[in-house]
């Protein structure tokens, strides 16, 4: 438990001190579809489907946990 | 000798011809003279304006679960023992993509389940009437966008044979700093309605169950290469939380119902970051951090290692490990007539898992559009209690 709160700090402590501006012209990497952080949404779908049924501790971020199998 | 009589002619008549003309200019009644044709159109000018709906992209994925392993939930095995989890997946989807004018698009997103051999989890082992189920949704998601501001609007539907879902929810993103910083937030709420069974699989008229969802999150630009989100997402489940048919075994051979708290609030913590390498490829962690009132705790880390093979191929390799603490009333066996809450649910046990994966996408600018996508996608998820899927993924889509 101490170690996830930790880290979760430190994760958001690396976010929030990177508040330094990218400018425009210089975001040609980070448009490249290899850094989205997000899947295209039927293979993020996909995903969902193998956890959410499989994983008791599945769901919750971004999208509602629960639905379908009762087991979730 | 010039004759006088002429110049006063010659006036005469130029007097006549500019009295006739102001005369023309004046008669109110006289028709007006025909404009003239403009050399060119507005058309020419400014374009031709775009229709009001305009098709963005099409897309489809097909996906197929192949699972086995035991649970004790499971009624398709020995008295007392674990049951078969065998079951095979077919999930085929279609995604269309719309704009409406200059700030309004419109998602259409239809998933398809066929699932066969469900009956070691299911009713069938008392009525073989559903070894093979089909459900299908419709999800529909409007968006505004305009400057740094998006507002959707998700309304979708669930249909299968014992078991009826509707969900609707809002989200808002607002992005700052030159769009370096983009800032979202967002509910979900979804509400099934669904059988409810006796122990002896005899249909005990209907149930149902509510989620309300909060999500929070935050995107970050931390340089030219670098990008960060975290994520903070809480659920709360009211109603009947068990599927309805999961079972706990007992010692003497016999079994019954399990039996799950009627309310569940469940906290994620998300963290992703991915970098770009410079030899082209990029790397992508994250860490999730789960803890609900069942008194499972979780954490799942992930791993992607990109890489570009030519400007319309790339490759993807992925490693994700879970672990996760039991609810506090999983069990393998209870005694008979034990009132209190008890699961022999195999995902609700304490357990570890590994997930090892490969995916191949080709982007082609084609004729027919901007680009022709395609990817090949193949995992295989296994855990220590018992389980194993192997998923093979393909998709095709066009992006107009």
């Known amino acids: ?72 | 000798m010039i004759d006088p009589a002429r110049p006063r002619l010659a006036l005469a008549l130029l007097a006549a011809v500019l009295l006739a003309r102001t005369a023309a200019a004046e008669d109110p009644a006289a028709p007006a003279p025909a404009p003239r044709a403009p050399l060119f159109t507005d058309a020419d000018i400014l374009a031709k304006p775009p229709p009001l709906f305009r098709l963005d992209s099409v897309a489809v994925r097909y996906t197929r679960f192949d699972q086995s392993g035991t649970g004790y939930q499971s009624r398709a095995g020995k008295p007392g023992g674990p049951g078969s989890e065998e079951m095979r997946v077919d999930q085929p989807q279609l995604e269309v993509v719309i704009k409406q004018g200059a700030h309004l698009t419109h998602r259409v997103w239809i998933p398809v389940d066929v699932v066969t051999a469900a009956s070691p989890d299911a009713i069938d082992v008392v009525s073989t009437s559903s070894r093979r189920n089909e459900a299908a949704s419709v999800d529909w998601t409007a968006t505004y966008a305009k400057d740094h501001t998006t507002a959707s609007i998700r309304n979708g539907h669930h249909e299968e044979e014992n078991y009826r879902s509707w969900n609707t929810g809002l989200a808002l993103t607002q992005a700052f700093a030159e769009d370096n910083t983009v800032v979202s937030a967002g509910m979900n709420v979804v509400l099934d309605w669904f059988d409810r069974y006796l122990l002896s699989g005899t249909n005990d008229g209907h149930n149902a169950r509510s989620s309300l969802n909060f999500n929070a999150g935050l995107t970050q630009l931390l340089s030219p290469t670098t990008i960060a989100h975290v994520d903070y997402g809480y659920t709360q489940q009211e109603g009947q939380l068990s599927n309805g048919w999961n079972i706990v075994p007992t010692p003497q051979g016999a079994f019954q119902l399990e039996k799950l708290p009627g309310e569940r609030g469940r906290h994620a913590f998300v963290g992703r970051i991915a970098q770009h390498l410079p030899w082209n490829g990029a790397v992508h962690g994250s860490y999730r951090f789960y803890v609900d009132t069942f008194g499972i705790v979780a954490h799942t880390f992930e791993v992607e290692l990109h890489q570009r093979l030519a400007a319309f191929a790339r490759i993807r390799f992925n490693y994700r490990y879970h672990t996760q603490t039991g609810a506090d009333f999983f069990r393998t066996s209870i005694a008979l007539g034990d009132p209190g809450f008890a699961t022999a649910d195999s995902d609700l046990a304490p357990l570890h898992a590994h997930t090892i994966g490969f995916k191949g996408t080709f982007d082609f600018p084609v004729k027919l559009a901007r680009t022709l996508h395609a990817d090949l996608a193949v995992e295989r998820y296994f855990r220590s209690n018992d389980l194993r899927v192997s998923v093979y993924s393909c998709g095709l889509g066009l992006l107009f």
């Open chain 1, 1 to 72: 438990m101490k170690i996830s709160i930790s880290i979760s700090i430190l994760l958001l402590a690396v976010t929030l001190g990177g508040c330094a501006v990218v400018p425009q012209n210089r975001r040609a990497r980070l448009a490249d579809p290899m850094m989205s952080l997000s899947d295209d949404p039927l293979e993020a779908h996909r995903k969902q489907k193998l956890y959410s049924t499989r994983e008791g501790a599945a769901g919750g971020d971004g999208v509602a946990a629960g639905g379908g199998c009762g087991c979730q």
